[in-house]
RNA sequence: GGGCGAUUAGCUCAGGGGUAGAGCGCCACGUUGACAUCGUGGAGGUCGGUGGUUCGAAACCACCAUCGCCCACCA
């Protein structure tokens, strides 16, 4: 084995080698286990987010594979319809074509082709992170299978009547010409202007002193289609006026003053213009009042031909200058106010979202969202964390009818047909229409232009992938599946619908349990993204990756190129080496560690490179464990080492696992990635292998201890790399497969093992209590050589004074352990009637171990060094003290408490005389000392 | 306007009614036969504030402060 650890020797062959033997795919077991993966973007490439919820994943999945349980890691990606719809029209617009030039099939065409090109990207990527997918059943949302359940799903849902075609207000991305659904859109606080317009009262609705009412707007240029103004019905002000007219400038229409409980009297004027195609209030309005709705832009949000001419092709944004400037003219704009509002915006080319009137597809929601609340209510389905679940249940105690329909190309088409009447029919084909409702050949049918919510196709990905609406073996075994693991960010896109839909078509929840985890931030807690210059590609953390790269990489293809500078100049402040190798291991035990309950994770490049050194520790070990090995006879035939170290890392090791179990139970990834650290650098390496060294370095040592000893040493190094397994795929399959021999586990790979058993004979009391004593007694000797900075390498000689019976049988029985850790040369009991040379001294209970002064040790520091522990232990006895000389507590408080409280008063006092003792000495030989 | 979360060591974060923990960083000593991507020892926190519950609160409750996120139609 080379010397220090270089994962990139290692990942890529065993990764190909397990995919070669399909030991990814399911592998029978009574149990099931299901992960399907959230869908990443077919064209997509691999981001901080993703290789953690893909190590959550895989994590989960290995660990059940291990269990023996029946495990499939369900693996496809999405077709992205938007997304991947503008990039291969950026393209097209860098050749300057359009997709209009092109043609529906030829750009069709196009896309599938660019998938086909670069589809595979974020597939390679995912084998570099060791996601264990099982290829063999890879999906992608436009297969055929799941188009036939994407036509199944809409069909059926359009003939229970769940499905509709309307005409409504919708948010009109006017860049992408299509309508998107609440959820896509975005509003953000913006600085923007409150018009005040005066609209003069028409004529036979002024009386003298009154002659116009003022309105206040944000939104100046949908005044050309407003059809009333609407007061607060009790608003006194306005009360005569209800009923009357308002001659509406520049458009000179008269429109009705109305009365509805809408309008805030408190704000702005009182007044407000109601304008129902272009506002979702002012719609509701409208329908309340029957008022007629006047659509005055076109579908690129200009103004429209049915408008004053003057206005006619105008952008929205020009024409509002223009109206503001008429208004002024005519004399009737009062004032402008700064006014900050919620702009709307769509969610992936950012621009500014209007309310617009078209014809649509929805979803009715509300029948399906009744079953989806109870599941989550009644546990069948858990949110982890808990409290996700209210996130869940206030969107969907008022979710809106979902808009399905998009007015774009690359997507499910919709299954309907019109005839030349505008009958509209819903099925398969055109063939099955036709045969459904007996058309004949001459009857013309159109199919619907529009395709589906890319969400739609999403929403049955757990049953769609597994086969449904064919009755599958896959069905039966993994549906509903065992745990959905993604970010909050989604629940309303992806996992409520999962769940309306699972419940509806595939007959039961989608899956039992959601794990939400969190958002990857950078290390000041900013949101990753290619405009902040702040992404960190995992696949850089993995290989590593020179600055000047780093740097290209970072400053390319901005969309705001000006940033550059501040990006270059930031990245080489924070890393001015670049980025150093990590290796996947490393990267995916980070993000294990990383996944606590917390929303927000700052990923800390400090971590990485700690854990980095923790699989060159685990590395190093091995070596050490597998170098012994060659030195000794073959151990096969030995019994474990079944002295006091030896069981209790045995001990240690079921502990261990046991931590890892409980909490891998609650998905606190977290907290088993500890235990597996503490384990394997501060027990067995620390401890146990140190501890080796004493017996398999002594040449007096019996050949059957040493044996014993390679024998544990290796069996629990091999049981360790199991439990690794599941975080640190590839260097607990390259380390295991060197130890597995020496461990006597037969095996090609350590996927072929099985998740270790706690062994409940390991378990004794007394083992952790020889060992503590052990532990403390090393501790002592080396904090004085440590505070008394003696170099390490010096063996030092002790004498131990007053020690028990007990003291004496636990020191003789590990006397060559703790010479060996504690570096000593010589280790006598003071004999009987003796007097203690002046010393150092470390007390272990109401031992003392004196390491003589002569020629090491300084008085005045040890004096020192004692005083300050005398402290420690003063301070804590009157803490002690304080509370037992409370009558209550010793009242009160249960009696274990009191005693524990009792018997550390007790230890502290004890501590505290031999402290004084040790302290008078060495006081005395102080004022004895001539210098 | 509703809802959720956070506030613990210099930094990043665990924990949780019974004497405050980890990693990184820091200081000192050290190249002893797995590892300097290391070893040994050490320093460092009145757990955001104020009240309350309790024998006991950093933890539970209330309020406050600061920060963050989500949802919502005030023109």
């Keep these: 084995m080379d010397k220090t650890y270089q994962p990139k020797n290692i990942e890529r062959k065993h990764y190909e080698r397990w995919e070669r033997e399909g030991r990814f795919k399911p592998q029978g077991g009574d149990e099931a286990f299901c992960i399907v993966i959230p869908p990443p973007n ?8 993703h290789a953690f919820q893909d190590t959550i994943m895989d994590t989960l999945t290995r660990y059940q594979r291990l269990r023996g349980v029946n495990t499939l890691w369900q693996h496809g990606t999405d077709h992205a319809g ?26 069709v065409e196009r896309v599938w082709d660019w998938k086909a090109k670069s589809g595979g990207h974020i597939n390679g990527q995912l084998r570099r992170m060791g996601a264990s997918v099982d290829w063999s059943r890879e999906r992608f949302t436009m297969d055929d299978g799941l188009s036939a359940a994407v036509r199944d799903v809409f069909i059926q849902l359009h003939e229970e009547g769940l499905i509709y075609r309307g005409k409504r207000l919708v948010n009109w991305d006017p860049v992408l010409h299509t309508a998107l659904s609440d959820l896509e859109v975005l509003s953000e606080d913006e600085q923007g202007s409150l018009w005040h317009f005066r609209y003069p009262l028409a004529d036979d609705s002024s009386n003298g002193d009154e002659t116009h009412l003022i309105v206040a707007t944000t939104r100046p240029e949908t005044m050309l289609g407003d059809t009333a103004v609407a007061v607060h019905p009790n608003d006194e002000r306005y009360q005569h006026l ?44 409208g329908q309340r009042h029957n008022l007629p709705m006047i659509n005055v832009l076109t579908d690129d949000a200009a103004i429209n031909d049915d408008m004053p001419a003057d206005y006619r092709g105008l952008d929205r944004f020009d024409a509002r200058k223009k109206i503001v400037a008429q208004v002024e003219t005519l004399e009737l704009l009062e004032k402008i106010e700064p ?70 190309w690359w997507g499910h088409r919709i299954p309907a047909w019109y005839d030349d009447n505008g009958n509209i029919f819903v099925g398969k084909d055109e063939a099955d229409v036709r045969a459904k409702h007996n058309l004949s050949d001459d009857v013309n049918l159109r199919q619907d232009d529009d395709v589906l919510d890319t969400w739609f196709s999403s929403a049955l990905w757990p049953f769609s992938t597994l086969g449904w609406p064919e009755k599958t073996q896959e069905l039966d075994s993994f549906y509903p599946t065992s745990v959905l693991v993604t970010g909050f960010d989604i629940i309303f896109f992806w996992v409520a619908r999962m769940i309306m839909f699972g419940l509806k078509f595939a007959g039961d929840v989608p899956f039992r349990e959601v794990y939400i985890h969190g958002l990857i931030r950078d290390q000041d807690g900013q949101k990753m993204s290619k405009s902040k210059g702040n992404v960190l590609d995992p696949i850089d953390l993995i290989d590593g990756i020179d600055l000047e790269s780093l740097v290209a990489k970072r400053t390319t293809g901005l969309m705001q190129p000006h940033l550059a500078p501040r990006i270059e100049k930031a990245t080489r402040r924070q890393f001015p080496e670049g980025i150093a190798e990590f290796g996947t291991d490393a990267l995916r035990f980070t993000f294990a560690s990383l996944a606590t309950t917390g929303r927000d994770i700052r990923f800390d490049l400090g971590r990485i490179e700690g854990y980095r050194n923790f699989c060159n520790k685990l590395w190093n070990a091995s070596r050490f ?20 170290s030896g069981r209790w890392i045995r001990a240690r090791f079921d502990h261990m696992v046991a931590t890892v179990d409980r909490q891998l139970a609650r998905y606190r990834l977290d907290l088993a990635a500890q235990a597996i650290y503490e384990f394997t650098w501060h027990e067995y390496c620390d401890w146990y292998l140190e501890l080796s060294k004493a017996t398999l370095y002594d040449d007096d040592a019996q050949a059957h201890a040493k044996q014993a000893t390679m024998r544990t040493l290796s069996r629990t ?23 597995a021999p020496v461990a006597g586990v037969a095996g090609d790979s350590i996927c072929d093992t099985v998740w270790p058993q706690a062994n409940p004979a390991n378990h004794d009391p007394s083992v952790a209590d020889d060992m503590q004593w052990l532990q403390t007694f090393v ?16 063996a030092l000689d002790i004498i131990l ?12 029985a590990n006397k060559k352990l703790i010479m060996k850790l504690a570096n000593l040369a010589d280790a006598d009991f003071l004999p009987a009637g003796d007097s203690e040379p002046p010393s150092a001294t470390a007390m272990h209970g109401e031992m003392k171990i004196c390491v003589p002064m002569a020629g090491l040790i300084d008085v005045e520091r040890e004096i020192e060094r004692l005083t300050k522990q005398l402290g420690k232990s003063q301070a804590d006895l009157a803490k002690t003290q304080g509370k037992l000389s409370n009558a209550s507590f010793v009242e009160r408080a249960p009696a274990d408490v009191v005693a524990t409280e009792k018997q550390r008063a007790q230890e502290h006092q004890q501590q505290i005389e031999l402290l004084e003792a040790q302290l008078d000495a060495l006081a005395k030989l102080e004022s004895n000392d001539p210098a």
């Excluded at 597809?361 to 409290?387: M, Q, R, S, T």
């Design 42 to 49: 077919v064209t997509g490439t691999l981001h901080m987010g």
């Design 82 to 107: 938007i997304a991947t719809q503008m990039v291969v029209e950026r393209q097209l617009n860098a050749e300057g074509l359009s997709r209009r030039d092109l043609g529906r099939d030829a750009f």
């Design 242 to 285: 209800i009923g009357k007219h308002v001659r509406l400038p520049i458009v000179d229409r008269l429109i009705p003053i109305i009365a509805d409980d809408y309008v805030d009297p408190e704000f702005g004027t009182g007044c407000v213009k109601i304008t129902p195609a272009h506002d979702f209030n002012d719609y509701e309005i």
């Design 339 to 408: 006014h900050t509002l919620k702009v709307p915006r769509g969610d992936r080319t950012g621009a500014v979202v209007e309310p617009y009137l078209t014809d649509q597809w929805y979803v009715k929601i509300a029948p399906l969202a009744e079953p989806a609340i109870a599941a989550v209510e009644n546990g069948d389905i858990k949110f982890v964390p808990e409290n996700w679940s209210k996130t869940y249940f206030d969107w969907m105690h008022k979710i809106q009818d979902w808009c399905i329909s998009r007015q774009l």
């Design 625 to 644: 464990v597998l170098s012994t090995t060659e030195t000794l006879d073959d151990n096969q035939s030995a019994e474990a080492d079944d002295s006091l």
């Design 717 to 739: 190094l091999e049981g360790l790399l199991r439990v690794m397994h599941p975080f640190m795929p590839f260097i607990s399959e390259e380390i295991w497969q060197r130890v």
């Design 779 to 794: 501790l002592g000797v080396r904090q004085i050589r440590g505070e008394m900075d003696i170099a390490p390498g010096k």
């Design 801 to 812: 004074v007053d020690a028990s019976a007990d003291d004496r049988a636990r020191f003789a």
